[in-house]
């Protein structure tokens, strides 16, 4: 699976949009480019997921640039329930018949008031 | 319930015991994993389970045990472990077979080994 460069960690003002980015300069065709989040002590929670067009849900958006080299999470409105590490993940399924997810460190996201 | 649940929620136990954690998916899925997360390092994956089938195990000691007695239902039997195996064990679980790999996690078992 292709690696994944975060920054290891972010500011937001509450309800100014975050935007986090990540780097898949290694992303191959068909691996898709995942989000999640992990608040403290807690579960990763998924937030969204795409392959080569720009995705939006109840969450987020994630813009992924042409080449596919690199991303974008949008939280929107950023609450304070936002602050969490976010995890950019690369992965595929290749000739497995399950999900190979690698985490790396992720980037801190702390939401301020 | 919904969800990934996972039971206890904190442990402590000490080298020479012999414990389970329990891990139960109410989705209706058919792949289940655990991680290891150890402080301020990466979840790390132990095994997964697809079709009730062990499809990895990741050099995981063998004081590590997993049992998958059906699709919703996943265990980590643990014996005689040492004080670096305190971590945070999340049990998830996910819908394999359509391409990509939204995988729902638990909360996780808060394990010290003393």
């Known amino acids: 699976d292709a690696k994944t460069t975060q920054p290891p960690s972010m500011d937001c003002a509450e309800g100014r949009a975050a935007n986090l980015p990540c780097n898949h300069s290694?992303?191959?065709?068909?691996?898709?480019v995942y989000w999640y989040r992990q608040i403290h002590s807690q579960g990763p929670q998924y937030i969204i997921h795409?392959?080569?067009n720009n995705e939006t849900n109840e969450m987020a958006s994630l813009i992924i640039t042409e080449d596919r080299k690199s991303s974008t999470l949008i939280l929107p409105h950023a609450t304070l329930r936002d602050t969490a590490v976010y995890y950019c993940?690369?992965?595929?399924?290749?000739?497995?018949?399950?999900?190979?997810?690698?985490f790396g460190q992720g980037t801190i996201l702390t939401v301020h008031p | 319930e919904t969800g990934v649940t996972q039971t206890p929620r904190h442990l402590v136990m000490g080298m020479t015991n012999k414990k389970s954690l329990k891990c139960e998916q109410h989705?209706?899925?058919?792949?289940m994993y655990w991680y290891k997360q150890s402080a301020k390092k990466p979840l790390e994956l132990m095994f997964v389970?697809?079709?009730?089938?062990?499809?990895e195990n990741n050099s995981v000691p063998s004081r590590f045990s997993p049992e998958c007695p059906n699709s919703s239902h996943l265990f980590l039997h643990l014996h005689t472990l040492q004080p670096e195996d305190s971590a945070l064990y999340l049990c998830?679980?996910?819908?394999?077979?359509?391409?990509?790999?939204?995988?729902?996690f638990g909360p996780g078992t808060r394990l010290t080994v003393t």
């Open positions: 998830a679980s996910s819908q394999e077979g359509r391409g990509s790999h939204e995988q729902y």
């Open positions: 290694t992303i191959s065709g068909n691996e898709y």
């Open positions: 795409g392959l080569k």
């Open positions: 993940i690369v992965g595929s399924a290749g000739g497995t018949s399950y999900g190979k997810l690698t």
């Open positions: 989705l209706g899925h058919n792949a």
């Open positions: 389970y697809s079709l009730e089938e062990r499809v």
